[in-house]
């Protein structure tokens, strides 16, 4: 399961009370590993006077849930992965949704850095499945 926050520069009380309804409406998925997939670009807002163009960062958030997946099992590693990715890429092209006029300079550049630290939060959640299942 994936759910997702879109952090737009002005708007981070509204997403902050959005992703608190999100997970106050599933207390079932507290308990649920998941995995946090951010991408972010830089966003200019016109001239800001003497120092120049304002640059905000908009962030794109998905929290991909591990319910269901058996992470000591190579299939389950497979989806998951393959989770990671799906919401990397869909974080890029909201970001790329939300301001249609800037080009996303690198798509590629955007989904790889998104999906880095999602995959380290996974081999860390695969070897305390592997750790969980050799210790019973």
Known sequence: MITTTLVRPFDILMATAIAGGVLGMTPALADVPQIVVEATAPVQHGTAGAGGDRVDLLSVKYHVHMQGLDL?????????????????????????????????????????????????????LIAAAEKNSTSK
């Open 72 to 124: 000591t099992k190579h299939a389950d590693v497979l989806q998951a992965e393959e989770q990671v990715k799906v919401a990397a890429t869909k974080a890029c092209e909201a970001i790329q949704a939300q301001y249609p006029a800037r080009p996303l300079s690198d798509q590629r550049s955007c989904i790889s850095d998104a999906t880095n630290p999602g995959m380290g939060e996974l081999k860390l």
